[in-house]
């Protein structure tokens, strides 16, 4: 099945050309657009895409925001767009549940790799400051044990450490020499035990539990 998507910009020529990126792949169609953050709730309640591309900063509901409806309610993956490789805004995009997030100076493969990876329940993350994001993240959080991390099997910290590290569900598998589909039961159970909406906030604490 087709991976279903839905693009979030308050600029038209924007969301235009990634939708004319994204809906040449065979395996993508594009559900929508959204001008604005409150657009893009609606947007996800009504069409349930996989995934949501959110830009950051719009109009009258931003991205932020949007993304911590939407990935509060799990109605879709966001993976955020934004011209800053770090900031606050993405830090906060990334605390609010998003899959993660990528330049807008991404190719066109890029973007439609990224998207394929989210969609499969993977974290994307600009690869030129993924380990200086998460440490940045993980210095602003307390160091007290994260809630849930006590309810995790030994397996299942085994997965955590391995998110911290930033592999994907097929790495973790090589790693573990267990099956890919195994893998994502275990990341589903650690993020539902953690209280957690995305990969990228289930590194964190994996962080957090090392220090």
């Known amino acids: 099945m087709a991976i279903r998507i839905a693009v979030a910009d308050d600029q038209a020529a924007v969301r235009a050309g990634l939708s004319m990126i994204l809906d040449a792949a065979e395996d993508i169609d594009v559900v929508g657009e959204a001008a604005d953050g409150r657009e893009a709730v609606l947007l996800a309640r009504t069409e349930k895409p996989d995934v949501v591309l959110m830009d950051v900063r719009m109009p009258a509901v931003d991205g932020i925001e949007a993304c911590r409806r939407i990935a509060g309610e799990r109605l879709a993956q966001v993976l955020v767009l934004t011209t800053f490789d770090l900031d606050e805004h993405v830090y906060a995009a990334l605390k609010a549940g998003a899959a993660g997030f990528l330049l807008k100076t991404v190719d066109a493969q890029g973007l ?100």
């Open 112 to 211: 439609l790799d990224a998207v394929r990876h989210v969609a499969a329940g993977d974290a994307v993350i600009e690869p030129s400051v993924t380990r200086r994001l998460l440490s940045a993240f993980a210095e602003r959080e307390p160091s007290a044990e994260p809630a849930g991390y006590s309810d995790l099997t030994g397996r299942e910290r085994e997965v955590l450490d391995l998110l911290g590290d930033g592999l994907s569900n097929r790495l973790i598998a090589r790693s573990l020499h267990i099956e890919e589909t195994t893998v994502k039961t275990h990341v589903s159970r650690v993020l539902t035990k953690l209280g957690v909406q995305s990969r990228v906030q289930a590194a964190v604490i994996a962080r957090q539990a090392r220090s």
